[in-house]
């Protein structure tokens, strides 16, 4: 070793990075004159991005008429689609005529009286029960704090997604404008303009011209919300859906109801074993049905309406309920304008893709007719705003379940046993009565029934029929195991939980396939 390394000995890589960064943290000190920059909130200054979004020929990507529940559907798909989207709906809260005076409030209503039912009936509370009639509007109560809360849900959706919420009267300039009228005196009216529009206008009640509904005692599905004063008695004109439903409730009130039906068998779309259950328990709670009648004319007075039938008959009530049939609300789109028409009923007809024949307007939920069920109107909104941006997913709804709100529900999907007869295939059947199951004799439910049918050789499941408490629940497991492609031996080999309404489908499966051979 030389002297001159011995007397300087090279520098470590420890020792040399110190040195370097004693020089540097000298240096910053010497020549360090600025602070770090310190934020304030109260001086003014934002930070905003440039607006990126494409140019667009039109205000809106796409308008949507109806904030009920195909029109909500709708938005909310186009706007998740990153399109610009405007709703258009007369009232000044969304959720249509579902929300406000269709299956929302009826539901609801039906809830309460289905609870006074239970209440009268069970020996622990029917001493304390006031028996007498209870006005519909005091039963109401409970219907209007659903509502509130749907609507206050339903406008944070919109809120969300930045969807436009116009609460005017749309109407159609062309293909391409549309006129927003905001109050009867026009000063505040608005034209837009749009790519695409989706209408989803829903239905009303429809009024035949003989009848004054602007009577006290004259009322429409819509109308009887209203009702403030009892009615010992109620004649129900129709005995679709609404009709059979409103019968359960005026009878779960202790009113007597007359029920006009003008065909040969209530709801004769059902299977017919369910639809002779519904008829039998009406009857044992004291509704008069009468089948294959028809209106002549109504009488009415202060203190009591006459129904004059084409047979005959007549039938003297306290108030009549008009629940036949509905109407597109269509009248006042201007529909000329672009080319379209609707039929007598203020019905559009669509494609297989929800598109009218004016290829930019689609048209979804009741205001297209069947199958006029808030459920079905929700996959239909949301399907056609799918074809509308090209989503390989969407496809047109031409099965869904049937759920009707009687006092017991029914509920069905599939074929019935008259179709399945007409078209020649082998089925069987599988039932199982909710009187031997264990948690319907705990909840007190003596009535229903669960009827499956299959087809006898591959056990694939055809149809699927419920009447009975919750039926409407029920249905949508066996709904699951058809859409997978199941067979009836799923339920067979399926544990369920004890005790529990879903065991019927283990019982009508194991009752099914006894009959097998």
């Known amino acids: 070793m030389s002297k001159k390394s011995a007397k300087n000995p090279p520098l470590t890589q420890a020792a040399t990075d110190s040195a370097l960064a004693s020089c540097t943290l000298s240096e910053a000190h010497e020549h360090d004159t ?3 920059p310190l934020i304030d909130p109260l001086d003014g200054t934002r930070i905003h991005l440039a607006d990126s979004r494409r140019e667009r020929n039109y ?3 796409a308008v949507v008429l109806g904030a009920g529940p195909a029109g909500e559907a709708a938005a909310m798909k186009l706007a998740k689609s990153g399109k610009k989207v405007a709703v258009i709906d007369p009232r000044g809260q969304v959720g249509g005529n579902c929300a406000h005076v269709g299956t929302i409030p009826s539901k609801a209503l039906r809830q309460s009286v289905f609870n006074i039912i239970n209440f009268r009936r069970d020996p622990l509370f029917s001493q304390i029960i006031d028996n007498h009639q209870v006005p519909l509007n005091k039963v109401l109560s409970k219907a209007r704090d659903v509502i509130r809360s749907q609507v206050n849900t339903h406008a944070l959706f919109y809120e969300r997604n930045q969807v436009d919420v116009l609460h005017g ?11 927003v ?3 009867d005196n026009r000063a505040n009216d608005k034209t837009i ?9 829903g239905s009303r009640p429809y009024r035949p011209e003989m009848l004054d509904f602007n009577h006290p005692r004259v009322f429409d599905s819509d109308k009887i919300l209203q009702m403030d004063y009892v009615a010992k008695k109620i004649i129900i004109y129709g005995a679709g859906v609404i009709g059979c439903e ?10 007597r109801v007359d029920l006009i039906n003008n065909k040969d068998r209530l709801l004769s779309y059902l299977d017919d074993e369910i639809t002779d259950a519904l008829s039998y328990d009406f009857r044992q709670m004291g509704v008069m049905i009468r089948n294959n009648e028809e209106i002549d004319y109504l009488q009415t007075f202060d203190d009591e309406v006459v129904l004059h039938l084409k047979s005959g008959k007549q039938i003297k009530a306290d108030a009549i309920l008009w629940c036949n049939g509905r109407s597109g609300n269509t009248e006042s789109l201007n529909l000329e304008a672009i080319g379209l028409t609707a039929n007598s009923r203020g019905q559009l007809t669509v494609d297989e893709t929800y598109r009218t024949a004016t290829s930019n307007i689609s048209a979804v939920g009741d205001v297209i007719g069947w199958p006029s069920l808030a459920s ?3 996959d239909q909104g949301r399907n056609a705003s799918a ?10 709804i031409s099965s869904v379940p049937t759920g009707i709100y009687t006092i017991p529900e029914i509920s069905s999907i599939g074929k019935t046993e008259a179709e399945l007869t007409a078209e020649q295939i082998p089925y069987e059947v599988g039932q199982a009565f909710f009187k031997h199951l264990a948690r319907a004799q705990i909840i007190g439910e003596r009535s229903g029934v669960l009827k499956i049918l299959f087809h006898r050789e591959s056990l694939q499941i055809l149809g699927i029929h419920c009447y009975g408490n919750h039926a409407a629940e029920i249905i949508h497991i066996g709904q699951a195991v058809m859409k997978c492609g199941h067979t009836l031996e799923y339920f067979v080999n399926t544990t369920f939980n004890y005790p529990t309404m879903a065991e019927a489908y283990r019982v009508a499966a194991l009752n099914g396939l006894n009959r097998v051979f």
């Open 169 to 179: 009267w749309g109407s159609f300039v062309d293909t391409h404008t549309l006129r």
């Open 246 to 255: 409103y019968a359960s409730i005026f009878t779960g009130l202790g009113y």
């Open 59 to 61: 205000d809106y990507d």
């Open 376 to 378: 079905a109107a929700y």
């Open 193 to 201: 303009t749009f790519d695409s529009a989706v209408i989803a206008t």
């Open 181 to 183: 009228v905001f109050d």
């Open 34 to 36: 600025e602070h770090l």
């Open 387 to 396: 074809f509308m941006v090209g989503d390989n997913e969407a496809e047109f």
